[in-house]
């Protein structure tokens, strides 16, 4: 069968990439288009180094055809950080010294930015099921809770200060 081409949105920006037909997503990404945060571990959805938001759900990319991108919005560790700056997810993590090796952390981030899009303040519960796809070998995983839970408070802080700029006309 021939490549073929794929069009979606990736870290905000349109992209069009010519794909083998049975080539799985984290592959397309590292290995096309440069993107080498994205980790390939185990290569069989089970340890979660190559997570990737999709479509705003945290997925395992290198289950994922490239097909089936198509039209879809992809975001990884690399689309993160803003103006220059690290994301307050990726602070969080280097704050609660929850990285050591680094292989799982892209993984570990982008999970807990799609848990932490759609609940703000999560249970230490919650936080343990989103990142059950995670394994870690290095740290054990209570600094990576803390992270989570540093992470969550100082996304809530910086959007409350924005709506108290909004407020005040600023
Ligand atoms: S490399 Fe994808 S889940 Fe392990
Ligand atoms: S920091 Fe090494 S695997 Fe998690």
């Known amino acids: 069968m021939d490549n073929q081409s794929v069009h979606f949105t990736l870290n905000g920006k349109e992209i069009s990439v010519s794909v083998e037909p049975f080539e799985m997503l984290a592959d397309t990404l590292r290995d096309r288009l440069n993107l080498t945060g994205t980790k390939k571990g185990c290569g069989q959805g089970e340890c979660g180094a190559c997570t990737v938001i999709m479509d705003g759900a945290a997925v395992n990319s290198c289950m994922v055809p490239s097909a089936k991108a198509e039209g879809s919005c992809v975001v990884t560790i690399e689309g993160l950080g803003e103006n220059g700056k690290i994301h307050p997810i990726q602070q969080a993590f280097v704050d609660a010294g929850a990285v050591q090796c680094g292989f799982c952390t892209p993984g570990m981030i982008l999970s807990t ?26 740290t054990g995983y209570v ?7 540093l992470a969550a408070a100082a996304i809530r802080l910086n959007n409350e200060s924005k709506a108290a700029e909004g407020r005040h006309g600023g």
């Open 113 to 138: 930015k799609a848990l932490l899009d759609e609940k703000p303040n999560p249970t230490k519960e919650e936080i343990r099921t989103a990142l059950a796809g995670n394994i870690c070998r290095c």
């Open 143 to 149: 600094k990576i809770e803390e992270a989570v839970e």
